[in-house]
């Protein structure tokens, strides 16, 4: 079986980064799935229901702005698939872990106690990769809809922290918002 990890949330100015962990059935209706960043909100939520009631066992696991000042956004990508993959271990205590085999999207694999390879585009080649960077896409997206209700004048809601010009211009405005990663630059 193949333990689907991603993340969601590297090129972010603000907020942070989310991963997922995913094991789907082999009759999993593979047709819901794609590119995260490509398919639709309404097709991501679609698929998002269907991989929560349908997958064998999933998990989310988070780093927060402030793990990734601290350690660096790869390695906090790193540590939030770890953590997502630890937490889909919590919510599924049965899954019998010997039988499996972690892919991750990228170039690094996270330390997790099953064998890893990591796989440059897998999030659009390999249907478990591909349910987890939906799951970790759509986790991170509504918890920036939620900073946007406490900081509405960074427009969270509209660009997901991303270094669009309204989010340079806003942190240029009001300064950085209490979930900014400090060690990103920001250009006028």
Same mark, same amino acid.
């Given at each position: ?17 989310? $991963? ?7 009759n999993?209706p593979?047709?819901?799935l794609g590119? #995260? ?8 939520? @679609?698929?998002?229901?269907a991989?929560?009631e349908?997958?064998? @066992?999933?998990?989310i *696991?988070w780093?927060?702005?402030?793990? &990734? ?6 390695q ?22 010997t ?14 106690? &099953? ?7 897998a ?7 591909? $349910?987890? #960077? ?20 960074? *427009? ?10 309204a989010?340079r211009?806003a ?5 950085p918002?209490?979930?900014?990663r ?7």
């Amino acid at each position: 079986m193949i333990c689907g990890l991603d993340e969601a949330g590297r090129g972010p100015l603000a907020g942070p980064v989310c $991963a997922a962990a995913v094991v789907l059935p082999k009759n999993f209706p593979r047709n819901l799935l794609g590119d #995260s960043k490509a398919l639709s909100e309404t097709k991501r939520e @679609a698929a998002r229901t269907a991989i929560m009631e349908g997958a064998l @066992a999933w998990g989310i *696991g988070w780093a927060t702005h402030e793990e &990734i000042d601290d350690i660096n956004i790869l390695q906090a990508s790193l540590l939030a698939m770890k953590r997502a993959f630890e937490a889909m271990l919590t919510a599924y205590p049965a899954l019998d872990t010997t039988a499996l085999e972690a892919i991750v999207d990228g170039l690094y694999v996270p330390a997790i106690p &099953i064998p890893c390879k990591a796989l440059v585009k897998a999030d659009a080649q390999i249907p478990e990769v591909m $349910a987890a #960077s939906i799951l970790a896409k759509t986790a991170r997206d509504r918890e920036m809809v939620r900073y946007a209700a406490l900081y509405p004048q960074y *427009g969270y809601e509209k660009h997901k922290g991303y270094p669009t010009k309204a989010h340079r211009e806003a942190i240029l405005r009001f300064g950085p918002s209490p979930i900014q990663r400090l060690n990103f630059r920001v250009k006028g």
